[in-house]
């Protein structure tokens, strides 16, 4: 999958003149979003970025008609959809499926597109060639962000799917990350123990006294220089941008993370993303009981950067 952004990020707003009655979803989009081709256009629309009166709709060949509101969402990512293959799939059977997700990928649905979601590229994955028609059950039990790479568990038969959410809700999950931060860490093992909450304006999270969710991460340090810790983390709880909200709020946002406060170059070393990548995870099997553990290696751009700055690690 191509890291090349094929357009800037942008959202459309239309309503449909009465001129434009009867007009195809693909004619409309192309004549109203400029600069942008009808066969972009169509590719956009495939991946679930055109909203009519409210609800997504993939259908090209839609008749619009006078009034109707369109909303297209462009979200400057590659336009050819993620698709699960064999290799990154690290376990499975009839009851789980863990996957190593690279960078880059939505998790679950967006606005701006549906198809090549982890969601849905799990559900292409798990599909009977033979009952096509017959639609998977998953259960997603977590979430990573856009940017952030390694193992994700889904549960993938209703047998399954409650003793997994009862999992991951308890918290009888150990779940381990590796990070790279600005700076120096002063200690080098450690606790951030606060309450998390969302900012509306800016939809990131900041800890605060009161009416957060609890949100607990434990690091240990690998290696540091002045200007760069790699860090393994290990999080009790799995609130969103947990780690990436801790670590900026201590004066060291991950490199890469502009959100939280991280930059995108080290000396003369560029940074495409935040470095961050879930790289263990163990439970017991919500059906057998047997206790199960995973780990995947680094990516190969998070590797690149940690070789850069340390040269070759054991760790």
């Known amino acids: 999958m191509s890291n090349r ?16 009655t009867e007009l195809r979803l693909d004619q409309f989009l192309a004549a109203r979003c400029d600069g942008i081709s009808r066969g972009v256009i169509r590719k956009l629309v495939d991946l679930g970025a055109a909203h009519v009166k409210g609800r997504r709709t993939r259908k090209c060949s839609l008749s619009l008609r006078a009034g109707d509101r369109v909303d297209f969402y462009i979200d400057g990512l590659p336009l050819t959809p993620y698709r699960l293959t064999e290799d990154a799939v690290v376990f499975q059977d ?3 499926l863990v996957v190593n997700k690279p960078a880059g990928i939505d998790c ?34 977590q979430r990573l962000d856009r940017d952030t790479s390694g193992l994700m568990v889904f549960s993938i038969h209703q047998a399954a799917h409650k003793e997994m959410t009862r999992i991951f809700a308890q918290r009888d999950v150990i779940k381990r990350y590796r990070v790279l931060v600005e700076g120096r860490m002063e200690e080098p093992v450690g606790t951030f123990h606060t309450q998390l909450a969302r900012r509306r304006a800016t939809n990131s999270m900041k800890s605060v006294a009161r009416g957060g969710q609890e949100a607990i ?3 240990r340090l690998i290696e ?22 801790h670590f900026s709020e201590a004066g060291h946002p991950l490199l890469g993370d502009t959100r939280y406060g991280g930059g995108v170059m080290i000396g003369d070393i560029q940074v495409g993303r935040h470095m961050l990548h879930s790289h263990a995870i163990a439970f017991r099997h919500p059906v057998t009981r047997e206790q199960l553990s995973f780990e995947v290696d680094l990516p190969v751009d998070m590797k690149t950067v940690l070789e850069k700055i340390f040269g070759p690690l054991d760790a």
């Open 5 to 20: 952004q094929p357009m800037k990020r942008k959202t459309y707003r239309l309503q449909v003149a009465a001129e434009e």
């Open 108 to 141: 679950q649905p967006t606005p701006s597109r549906y198809k090549g979601t982890m969601y849905d590229a799990v559900t292409d994955y798990l599909k009977d060639p033979l009952r096509k028609d017959l639609r998977p059950s998953i259960g997603m039990v």
């Open 217 to 219: 991460t434990h690091y």
């Open 94 to 96: 009839r009851h789980l």
């Open 224 to 245: 540091a220089t002045d200007q760069v810790s790699y860090l393994e983390v290990e999080i009790e709880t799995g609130r969103s941008h947990q780690i990436r909200a």
